[in-house]
């Protein structure tokens, strides 16, 4: 029986350690924290455990409804209740992006001047709209959406590593922008973008556990990783490492400093989470949240207003995020620095300045690995030089959603098991 060893037991390590397990080998996970999940994880705020790290999951794709049915989880799968965010710009809550591709519209007035994109080739996805929408699409539109979900501006992050779909289809020679976004977003479909637990990501965590069960050791931090393999003094046959790339570098550093190098540089943003509980006769609007333009004078990038985005939470849960590559100040703030912006966003933006029940802070210092242009060659350089019975899996990949880590946590673990046969 091969012996692997997991480093991490965020979602991408306990989905590796699940299918290395199935598949027979005899799995160790490490995990240096004292409880499972990273960036998955639930708090107590005001009496109901609620996410404070990823709360949802897009339903497109496939990989997190297919482990929560395999767990026995599927009908604990909710669905949001149909509202939609708005806009702040110019000081005024506005109204629906339209169809857009991560904010880049479908259909809007592009330059009339023929595309010029060569296949292969990167750039930001701030770059690239600019220079066919222009600024405005970009600040008002694109920017907001881009550093919701990847923490950095527009300008710093890669088409080809964020938008894989669009770059293919700007690669097969897409005329316009648009054309290209509408390829990439295929048809229209009626059902629901995203999906979420009705317990929160605990009761996904909870059965991925109860299947590893006594194979995950808490509270220890694996220093160094050496080829062979060794690990906290134990030999094993193959690891698969499935923490954050910063962690990455510093394991590998030693011993393979061209693979430590190469993931350790990839940047990753600081951001913080503000969950404040309302009292639930709050009067909040019709939205399911509010995303910040460019510029504006509000410290959060985006306002969650759970309460109202799913049926399932208590109605007057908001979340409000804050931080950005290059804009982490505000992370380090004290608690009572984070709630009283939370508190004076939320009266600024949605006039509401009414006593919350209950708050919570959470940080994630590196929580977000950043895709600057050029990415993918990066990741292609750090698949070249990983030798046999290491395998890397985590958000600094395919995609930092939690659907994406579990692909690749999946493809992490086939490629050790391949190497052991
Ligand atoms: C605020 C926030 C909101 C998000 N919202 C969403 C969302 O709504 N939907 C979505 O799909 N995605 C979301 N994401 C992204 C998603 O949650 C993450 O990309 C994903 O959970 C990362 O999982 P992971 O297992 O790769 O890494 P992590 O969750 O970071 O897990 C890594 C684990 O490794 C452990 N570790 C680190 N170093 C060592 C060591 N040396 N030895 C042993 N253990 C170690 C850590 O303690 C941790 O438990 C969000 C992320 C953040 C930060």
């Known amino acids: 029986m091969s012996n692997v060893a997991v480093v991490g037991a965020g979602i991408s390590g306990l989905v590796a350690a699940l299918r290395l397990q199935q598949a027979g080998a005899r799995v160790t996970v490490f995990e240096?924290?004292?409880?499972?999940?990273?960036?998955?994880?639930?708090?107590?705020?005001?009496?109901?455990?609620?996410?404070?790290?990823?709360?949802?999951?897009?339903?497109?794709?496939?990989?997190?409804?297919?482990?929560a049915d395999e767990l026995g989880l599927a009908d604990q799968v909710v669905e949001p209740a149909g509202r939609r965010p708005a806009l702040f710009a110019d000081g005024a809550l506005r109204g629906g992006f339209g169809r857009t591709l991560m904010g880049i519209p479908a259909a809007a007035d592009e330059v009339r001047i023929p595309l010029r994109w060569?296949?292969?080739?990167?750039?930001?996805?701030?770059?690239?709209?600019?220079?066919?929408?222009?600024?405005?699409?970009?600040?008002?539109?694109?920017?907001?959406?881009?550093?919701?979900?990847?923490?950095?501006?527009?300008?710093?992050?890669?088409?080809?590593?964020?938008?894989?779909?669009?770059?293919?289809?700007l690669d097969?020679?897409?005329?316009?922008?648009?054309?290209?976004?509408?390829?990439?977003?295929?048809?229209?479909?009626?059902?629901?973008?995203?999906?979420?637990?009705?317990?929160?990501?605990?009761?996904?965590?909870?059965?991925?556990?109860?299947?590893?069960?006594?194979?995950?050791?808490?509270?220890?931090p694996v220093p160094e990783v050496r080829p062979g393999w060794s690990l906290r003094g134990s030999l094993f046959d193959a690891v698969v490492l499935a923490v954050p790339a910063p962690q990455v570098?510093?394991?590998?550093?030693?011993?393979?400093?061209?693979?430590?190098?190469?993931?350790g540089k990839i940047p990753a943003a600081s951001s913080?989470?503000?969950?404040?509980?309302?009292?639930?006769?709050?009067?909040?609007?019709?939205?399911?949240?509010?995303?910040?333009?460019?510029?504006?004078?509000?410290?959060?990038?985006?306002?969650?207003?759970?309460?109202?985005?799913?049926?399932h939470l208590p109605g007057g849960t908001v979340r409000l995020s804050y931080g950005r590559l290059g804009v982490s100040r505000i992370v380090d703030d004290l608690d009572a620095g984070l709630i009283a912006a939370a508190r004076e966003d939320l009266s600024f933006v949605l006039g509401i300045d009414t006593e919350p029940e209950a708050v919570h802070v959470q940080r994630w210092y590196e929580g977000i690995p950043v895709y600057?242009?050029?990415?993918?060659?990066?990741?292609?350089?750090?698949?070249?030089?990983?030798?046999?019975?290491?395998?890397?899996?985590?958000?600094?990949?395919?995609?930092?959603?939690v659907p994406a880590c579990i692909a690749r946590a999946e493809a992490a673990a086939q490629r050790v098991l391949a190497d052991l046969s």
Not at 249 to 263: K, W
């Open 32 to 67: 240096s924290g004292n409880r499972v999940g990273g960036k998955l994880r639930s708090e107590t705020i005001g009496g109901e455990r609620l996410d404070v790290g990823a709360e949802a999951f897009v339903r497109r794709r496939p990989e997190v409804l297919a482990l």
């Open 118 to 169: 060569n296949p292969g080739a990167d750039a930001s996805i701030g770059a690239l709209v600019r220079s066919r929408l222009g600024d405005e699409v970009v600040e008002r539109s694109v920017d907001p959406m881009v550093s919701g979900v990847f923490a950095a501006h527009a300008d710093d992050v890669s088409v080809r590593a964020a938008l894989p779909a669009l770059a293919a289809r």
């Open 172 to 220: 097969a020679g897409a005329g316009t922008l648009g054309e290209a976004v509408r390829d990439a977003l295929g048809e229209p479909s009626d059902g629901p973008v995203f999906g979420a637990f009705r317990g929160g990501y605990q009761q996904l965590l909870d059965a991925l556990v109860e299947r590893l069960g006594d194979r995950i050791m808490l509270g220890a």
């Open 249 to 263: 570098g510093r394991l590998l550093g030693l011993n393979l400093p061209e693979l430590g190098d190469a993931v």
């Open 272 to 311: 913080a989470l503000v969950t404040l509980r309302l009292p639930d006769a709050t009067e909040l609007p019709d939205l399911s949240g509010v995303l910040v333009a460019t510029r504006e004078q509000v410290s959060a990038k985006a306002f969650t207003l759970s309460g109202r985005k799913w049926d």
């Open 372 to 401: 600057l242009p050029g990415h993918r060659a990066t990741l292609d350089a750090i698949e070249a030089a990983t030798p046999k019975g290491l395998a890397l899996a985590g958000a600094y990949f395919d995609g930092v959603g």
